[in-house]
């Protein structure tokens, strides 16, 4: 039996190690557009939304956990699945009953299944590679007490990630805008945040929906997105049905940080925890929901090292029917003996090929 060690405090809580192995980040990105605003105008009133479509198609740009390894993706256009390849890519965290980071697991700790049958893991890697990260950032009128703290928390969050790492920031309140485009220079966003007013309502749903088309140009083949906000949908042209079904046809995985007020004065602010909470949860991340705003820059830092240490298992499932339907995921752990109760944070499922 290994012996289990504890790494040392850090703000973002206490990891646990079950062995010396390197651990991995998800991909994530940002962009960034430049944006000049003074405290006289909103610094998104000018920007179009795009009106919302009948219908979303169901699997044409297959996501990219069903892509081939290595594969790169250009600036343009949606990642498709290699027929030649036919491999699916689960990344994953995994966290014990205080909700502390657990690294070290191995391939042989894991169990994977693909519409509930089991399946044969033909890659696990846990290195810390760079990833595509877009910011979804809340700057409507409620925001104007939490502004500087969550600022901070987004500097936090960028000084604490992959130095190759590429972001960019989409910030919203009546409307949704990319206020800072693709970059690795996390100077380069902290002064465009500074110049930022927050003001107006709030298009939380529409902000995440811009998010997940911007990183169709993520650099890195893995992306995740990162939504801070304090209060649910008020303004937003789309629906949460439309958001869901995007988030489940996309590759991305989100990571929510909900600055929610004790007692919700609206509809709206009642379902925005769930909301946050639901997007999250099917794409592996998760929502983390802030009692008290001095907790911000913690929280954030902590997002930053799970996206730096995640496990990501390869495996071509048994039956590939190229059918385009949803195949559910499921991952059940095998930890080694004296282990206290884990938790495997890991994708829903994805959609098969079409042809």
């Known amino acids: 039996m290994r012996d289990i060690d504890c790494c040392a405090q850090h703000r973002f ?16 990105g940002c962009v960034a557009v430049g944006l000049t605003a003074n405290a006289q105008e909103n610094p998104l009133g000018q920007v ?10 169901e699997s044409p740009g297959t996501p990219a956990e069903v892509t081939a390894a290595g594969t790169i993706l250009p600036r343009s256009g949606i990642p498709r699945l290699r027929m030649e390849a036919n ?17 070290g697991l191995e391939a ?21 590679a760079p990833v595509t990260i877009g910011i979804v950032f809340d700057l409507s009128g409620s925001m104007t007490s939490k502004f500087g703290r969550a600022r901070k928390a987004l500097s936090e969050f960028l ?14 309140n009546d409307k949704p805008a990319v206020i800072v485009d693709y970059t ?31 990183l169709k140009e993520a650099k890195y083949e893995r992306k995740a ?27 991305v995985q989100i990571y929510s940080i909900g600055i929610f007020d004790t007692y919700a004065s609206t509809t709206e602010e009642e379902l925005g925890p769930i909301l946050l909470s639901d997007i999250s949860e099917m794409t592996g ?54 282990l206290p109760t884990l938790t495997v944070h890991f994708r829903q499922g994805y959609y098969a090929p079409s042809q």
């Open 13 to 28: 809580g206490r990891r646990i190690s079950v062995a010396a192995s390197v651990v991995l980040a998800v991909a994530m």
């Open 48 to 57: 179009k939304t795009p009106a919302p479509v009948e219908k979303h198609a």
């Open 87 to 103: 491999l699916v890519l689960v990344p994953m965290t995994v966290t014990d009953g205080m909700n502390r980071l657990v690294t």
């Open 108 to 128: 042989p700790n894991f169990e994977i299944y693909d519409n509930n049958v089991g399946q044969a893991i033909k890659t696990f890697s846990t290195e810390d």
């Open 159 to 172: 000084r604490t990630s992959n130095p190759q790492d590429e972001f960019f920031v989409v910030g919203f």
């Open 184 to 214: 690795s220079d996390v100077d380069d966003v902290e002064a465009r945040m500074v110049m930022l007013k927050p003001e107006n309502r709030t298009a939380l749903i529409d902000a995440v929906y811009l998010g997940i088309d911007k």
């Open 225 to 251: 997105l990162l939504i801070i906000s304090d209060g649910g949908d008020n303004r937003s042209r789309y629906t949460q049905g439309e958001l869901r079904r995007v988030v489940r046809e996309s590759d």
């Open 285 to 338: 991340g998760r929502m983390f929901k802030v009692s008290d705003i001095g907790d911000l820059e913690d929280i954030a830092a902590r997002i930053s090292a799970e996206l730096r240490n995640q496990y990501v298992i390869g495996y071509r499932p048994s039956d590939m029917k190229k059918d385009g339907n949803w195949r559910k995921l499921k991952v059940r752990l095998v930890p080694p003996p004296g």
